[in-house]
């Protein structure tokens, strides 16, 4: 009779913990958690289930049961479009390869994994006995490919548009650290700073072209490294050309780790 109260009592607290959605679809307490993070409500949550559910998890039950790898690659390519998008008009300065390195951390599966602690994705995640056992909801590995597949599953409920939105709220702040780790506001102080800490010598800046009519003159610098080009710029004024071309020198292979 004992034994009979504990189940009795354990499935009570299930169903405390879920509650089913006008679809039908059986959902967790943490999903309604989970949508106010990211400023989303799905249409059909069976997507978002779908995101959530590792494979091994799939692979252990009687009846088929979709886990999220197909997800995940609809993810994986969402986030990178809406990262680039965003990236490439809010730094209309950084050269390319400082829009690709900038891309590379943000969406690395450590940049992922800090994403998808901040919204506890692990508490969500549907996991197999093994690696429930083996620590599988704080693997970063299947955090951030939760992390995509709960993107993809937003993409397929909501397009494009409901997706991008939600990289913007979650991925603007780390995006704005990189940049600003890596290349400040004052591109010419920064550029001055890494050579300095890495040859112990600074670039040097020379005026090369002058265009335009005396109103509109446009001014075209060049920064050299021991007589090396490292990046040309144009701009209004002297002091803006040299700040163009110490961006792009940001960008050149002698400060590339």
């Known amino acids: ?102 891309r590379a951390e943000v969406v690395s599966e ?39 597949a709960v993107l993809g599953a937003v993409y397929e409920d909501g397009g494009f548009s409901a997706a991008y939105q939600v990289v913007e709220k979650l991925f603007s702040q780390p995006i704005r650290e990189s940049a600003q780790l890596r290349y400040g506001s004052d591109h010419k102080t920064c550029l001055q700073e890494r050579f300095q800490a890495l040859y112990n010598q600074l670039p040097e800046y020379n005026l090369v072209h002058v265009s335009g009519p005396d109103h509109e003159r446009i001014y075209t610098m060049e920064v050299r490294f021991r007589g090396q080009l490292l990046g040309r710029g144009n701009g209004t004024s002297k002091k803006s050309a040299e700040q163009n071309a110490a961006a792009i020198a940001l960008d050149h292979a002698l400060l590339r780790e």
Do not use: C
């Open 110 to 148: 450590k940049g992922l994994s800090l994403i998808a602690r901040k919204l506890n994705l692990g508490k969500g995640l549907r996991l197999g006995k093994g690696e429930e056992k083996s620590g599988g909801r704080d693997k970063p590995s299947l955090l951030s490919d939760a992390f995509e």
């Open 1 to 102: 009779m004992i034994a009979v109260n504990k189940l009795n009592f354990k499935i009570y607290l299930a169903i405390l913990r879920e509650h089913y959605d006008r679809n039908g679809v059986v959902v967790p307490q943490f999903l309604p958690d989970l949508e106010t993070e990211i400023d989303y409500s799905f249409t059909d949550r069976s997507l978002v289930l779908q995101g959530l559910t590792h494979k091994s998890f799939s692979n252990e039950q009687t009846e088929y049961v979709a886990h999220n790898e197909r997800l995940e690659f609809l993810g994986d390519a969402v986030l990178e479009l809406a990262i680039s998008d965003w990236i490439f008009h809010h730094y209309p300065d950084i050269p390319e390869g400082g829009l690709t390195r900038i």
